[in-house]
């Protein structure tokens, strides 16, 4: 089966992988209603559609700090991508830079920085980090970082530790022998390797590694051992973007983790408006949090995003068909997204505004 919806991806990766992982993959904090918020809310923004337009050259391309990309997306950070795939980042890397997206790699990628980027020389890539307590660590990170030729951190701050996950609590998730994080030293990685039942490896690792004391003046810190621009994952509030702004923030990701932290929280697609009106108009805002469509790509530059990130789908393709399948989720956005543009009589990025959007129809 040629998968012609983003779902369909997620059906053959779900008939390829074990449970656990699945259950890892898909799992989020609590109930899960934040999870699955995030997808209902982009559709809840029906598309208001302007017709007897040229549309015969619809435009998706877009330009973020610098670096040209093929439509406003990229791949969210997620960890350990070997529990997809064997190739794991260096296919997801391969990937994106086909597609012309951007990749954000994680903290706990399973390759090294510097393979992720020999793998996909001509990709853009930003490197996201949580704050661990081991502060030697992070800075030898950030070095590397700039040394591979990563464009940008991204600095994730929802998580002082890793949300109640209760999937992974009944399956007491633990990382396969052999998976480990390659960008960290092994002491601070092994605790993920083992879980009691009815507990996580996962979030007793965060326990053990996170630094839950930090707080906004800690940022001077970490701004002032790069000149990388340095971006804020998992803002949801107006309050905290204006204070992201204030100690130096270069950008923002609106996100709820995928429904992976707090439980409870609005959906992505809900908070984004409020974010974007708080910060400069010129501040790069991102989104990331169940978009499942190259429509939902459209609200989201509709609502004042520069771009979203897409999390996992993008596990999917590589589950199924490794870098190629990756790819061929990536395309697949893409291709919706101008087939909207197209549909829409909006045939650029720049004729997406909140015009564009009816939303929370009382029809949904
Ligand atoms: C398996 C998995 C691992 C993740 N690992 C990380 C991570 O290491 N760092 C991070 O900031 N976010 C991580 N996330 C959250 C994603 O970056 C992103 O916020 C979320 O997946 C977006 O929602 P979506 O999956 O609905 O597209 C992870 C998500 C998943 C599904
Ligand atoms: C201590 C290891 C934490 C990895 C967490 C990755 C993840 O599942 C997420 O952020 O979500």
């Known amino acids: 089966m040629v998968p012609l919806t983003l779902a369909e991806h997620g059906a053959l990766a ?28 982009w559709r809840r923004h029906l598309l208001r559609p302007r017709v007897l337009v040229d549309v015969s050259a ?26 997809a795939h064997p190739d794991a980042e260096c296919a997801t890397a391969r990937a994106a830079a086909a597609a012309g997206a951007l990749l954000v790699v994680s903290i706990f990628a399973g390759r090294t920085l510097e393979e992720i980027a020999a793998a996909a020389p001509g990709g853009t890539r930003w490197l996201q980090l949580y704050w661990l307590r081991d502060r030697e660590a992070l800075a030898a990170l950030v070095a590397r970082a700039e040394a591979a030729d990563y464009r ?42 083992h879980a009691e039942p009815g507990r996580s490896g996962i979030e007793e690792h965060s326990r053990q590694q996170f630094d839950p004391a930090v707080t906004w003046a800690d940022l001077a810190w970490l701004r002032r051992r790069t000149t990388l621009p340095l971006l804020l ?22 996100s709820n983790h995928g429904g992976r932290q707090l439980d409870g929280t609005p959906p992505a697609a809900d908070a984004l408006a409020e974010v974007v009106d708080a910060v400069p ?47 061929a989720v990536l395309d697949l956005l893409r291709e919706e997204l101008l087939d909207t543009l197209v549909l829409a009589g909006r045939p650029a990025l720049a004729d997406l505004d909140r015009g564009a959007l009816a939303s929370r129809s009382p029809y949904i």
Request: aromatic share 6%; net charge neutral; proline share 5%.
């Open 281 to 327: 108009a010129d501040l790069p805002v991102l989104v990331d949090g169940g978009l499942r469509h190259g429509a939902d790509l459209a609200r989201a530059v509709a609502l004042g995003a520069r771009a979203a990130l897409v999390g996992r789908p993008v596990l999917w393709g590589l589950a199924h068909g490794g870098a190629d399948g990756a790819r």
């Open 58 to 83: 619809p435009d998706c391309g877009t330009e973020l700090f610098g670096a040209r990309l093929a439509a406003p997306y990229g791949v969210a950070p997620m960890a350990y991508h070997g529990l």
């Open 233 to 254: 994952k998992g803002v949801l509030t107006a309050e905290d973007a204006k204070l992201a702004v204030d100690h130096g923030a270069d950008g923002l990701v609106v």
């Open 14 to 41: 779900q008939a390829r992988l074990p449970a656990v992982i699945w259950d890892f993959f898909e799992g989020a904090a609590g109930s899960e209603w934040t999870a699955r918020a995030n997808a209902d809310a």
């Open 152 to 193: 940008a951190l991204v600095l994730t701050v929802d998580a002082p530790k890793v949300g109640r996950r209760l999937r992974d609590l009944r399956n007491a998730f633990a990382l396969p022998p052999g998976m480990t994080a390659a960008n960290l030293a092994a002491r601070l990685t092994s605790g993920a390797a």
